[in-house]
């Protein structure tokens, strides 16, 4: 698994871990964090992708 990958996970993980703790506290702020959950966790599947590809000698378009 490539670095980057492994980064964007850690922060998906962080922000679906503060969007629980927004929401249990009350605050609507936690619609923020899924949506940065979501945004970081398309980013770690494009770069896990990116990363099998490139270990297979061929990239990936598009």
């Not at 492994?6 to 923020?32: D, E, H, N, P």
Request: aromatic residues 12%; proline residues 2%; glycine residues 10%.
């Amino acid at each position: 698994m490539p670095r980057i990958a492994l980064y964007t996970l850690i922060v998906c993980l962080l922000a679906v871990a503060a969007a629980v703790v927004s929401f249990v506290q009350g605050s609507w702020l936690g619609i923020v964090w899924v949506l940065l959950a979501g945004l970081s966790s398309n980013m770690t599947w494009y770069y896990v992708k990116r990363g099998r590809a490139a270990g297979q000698g061929r990239s990936v378009t598009n």
